[in-house]
């Protein structure tokens, strides 16, 4: 059976930026938006690699850290979820109670997107747990 992209999910790093430039693919801001913190950087999930590397279905292929055939159940695996202080009111509710001690909100302050990155690594570098 051939395994298509879409049947993927695909992680990078977590100190890399990747995943804010795809959630901003669609509409891609300017890089002087991007430089002065003018952008609404997308919700980002952390997972350690010892943890997500455990379960079946697993791809390397060299690129990204690991690829996942099929799904993941967040619940099992999140060890952290970071999400933009503006989307708080949104996602009001929307947590399951299983994840909502695993989910912080930190303010972008018009933080370019190197700089978000970097604040958003260091927080969930200092998370105990």
């Known amino acids: 059976m051939t395994v298509t ?23 891609f801001p300017s890089e002087d938006d991007l430089s002065q913190g ?12 010892e943890d997500i590397t455990r379960r079946p279905g697993l791809v390397f292929d060299g690129y990204h850290a690991i690829k996942v055939k099929e799904e993941i159940v967040v619940s099992d695996y999140l060890y952290a979820c ?23 909100y930190l303010p972008q302050d ?8 970097e604040k958003v690594y260091s927080f969930v570098s200092n998370i105990q747990g």
């Open 5 to 27: 992209a879409f049947r993927l999910r695909m992680f990078c790093w977590g100190d890399n930026p990747t995943g804010d430039y795809v959630v901003l693919s669609e509409n």
């Open 38 to 49: 003018i952008f609404n950087a997308g919700i980002r999930f952390y997972f350690r690699y």
């Open 82 to 104: 970071i999400v933009p202080e503006q989307y708080r009111i949104e996602l009001s509710g929307h947590v399951p109670l299983e994840l909502e001690a695993r989910v912080y």
């Open 110 to 117: 018009k933080l370019g997107i190197l700089e978000w990155n």
